[in-house]
């Protein structure tokens, strides 16, 4: 009843853009922060990027910084990551994730409880 679905990986050459959404059904995003994580396979899941519920307030990984841009439509319940000049280095699962509470720009995996499943993004030539 609560879920998180992100869309739009796939893949793409070195510098091309891709723009992945995460769209919330049975519950609102309006008042919660919203964070970007990845993983690729065998790694860590790191943090990408993190918005404020009014979105307001954004951060970014400093390996993605310049090149991904967040952003928010609350009226359609709805985040986005901009992902342009991407590298095969950003090959990963892309996965959503939103609090339960906070309202803030978080960059902790522990500050989420709702999570997506996850889109992939190839950056390949």
């Known amino acids: 009843q609560l879920q998180l679905v992100e869309s739009g990986g796939g893949l793409v050459q070195p510098g091309g853009s891709l723009r992945l959404s995460c769209t919330a059904s049975?519950?609102?995003?309006?008042?919660?922060?919203i964070g970007w994580f990845r993983q690729a396979p065998g790694k860590e899941r790191e943090g990408v990027s993190c918005i404020s519920a009014s979105g307001g307030i954004t951060n970014y990984a400093d390996s993605v910084k310049g090149r991904f841009t967040i952003s928010r439509d609350n009226a359609k319940n709805t985040v986005f990551l901009q992902l342009d000049s991407l590298k095969p280095e950003d090959t990963a699962v892309y996965y959503c994730?939103?609090?339960?509470?906070?309202?803030?720009?978080?960059?902790?995996?522990?500050?989420?409880?709702?999570w997506g499943q996850g889109t992939q993004v190839t950056v390949s030539s």
């Open positions: 994730a939103a609090s339960r509470f906070g309202n803030q720009c978080m960059s902790a995996m522990s500050d989420y409880d709702y």
């Open positions: 049975g519950f609102t995003l309006r008042y919660r922060g």
